[in-house]
T-cell receptor
């Protein structure tokens, strides 16, 4: 089974700090994604990446950036954390074989609180 | 109007009941349909995956897709307390950047 590992389960950061959320997958998937999940709003796509050094904005990229220097690792960066970025952050990877796309595998999530 | 609509619940049923969870969508280009289960404080896990219309069965779970009505369903037979979780529908277009569009989730509680 694919494993997607997020480095932290819980984080508390101060307003204005630069925050790094790390995600590693072990199955050589090209596609990786960062979502945030908030009550009543569901999962919203922040950024995604097709391959190393490639990235595309999702629906809510403001205040975030990403880095993908290696295929297995996709990092989400909060440039200057704000309280409205308090949320559950979920990383996922997705397998595509011969043009057929399969479901995401998610990590366990990082619950970030910005104070 | 959201692209994918899902009743948030909560839905409470007795153990052994048949549960029906539903989503409607507006984008006729969606071809891939999925159901995820999410336990509290965990990431979602893929339950069912369906391409285009039709039914798919896996144990106690059945997924149905009706593209003409833009409506998908997940049925859970003989529901168990361990089925208590939030269920998320998700869907994507072919080649649509591999992005999934999610419903907001339905919270299910199966009571003893």
């Amino acid at each position: 089974d694919v494993k997607v590992t997020q480095s932290s389960r819980y984080l508390v950061k101060r307003t204005g700090e630069k925050v790094f959320l790390e995600c590693v997958q072990d199955m050589d998937h090209e596609n990786m994604f960062w979502y945030r999940q908030d009550p009543g709003l569901g999962l919203r796509l922040i950024y995604f990446s097709y391959d190393v050094k490639m990235k595309e904005k999702g629906d809510i990229p403001e205040g975030y950036s990403v880095s993908r220097e290696k295929k297995e690792r996709f990092s989400l960066i909060l440039e200057s954390a704000s309280t409205n970025q308090t949320s559950m952050y979920l990383c996922a990877s997705r397998l595509t074989v011969g043009g057929i796309m399969y479901g995401y595998t998610f990590g366990s999530g990082t619950r970030l609180t910005v104070v | 109007q959201k692209e994918v609509e899902q009743d948030p619940g909560p839905l409470s049923v007795p153990e052994g009941a048949i549960v029906s969870l539903n989503c409607t969508y507006s984008n006729s280009a969606f071809q891939y349909f999925m159901w995820y289960r999410q336990y509290s404080r965990k990431g979602p896990e893929l339950l069912m995956y369906t391409y285009s219309s039709g039914n798919k069965e896996d144990g106690r779970f059945t997924a149905q897709v009706d593209k003409s009505s833009k409506y998908i369903s997940l049925f859970i037979r003989d529901s168990q307390p361990s089925d208590s979780a939030t269920y998320l529908c998700a869907m994507s277009e072919p080649g649509g950047g591999n992005k999934l569009t999610f419903g907001t989730g339905t919270q299910l509680k199966v009571e003893l």
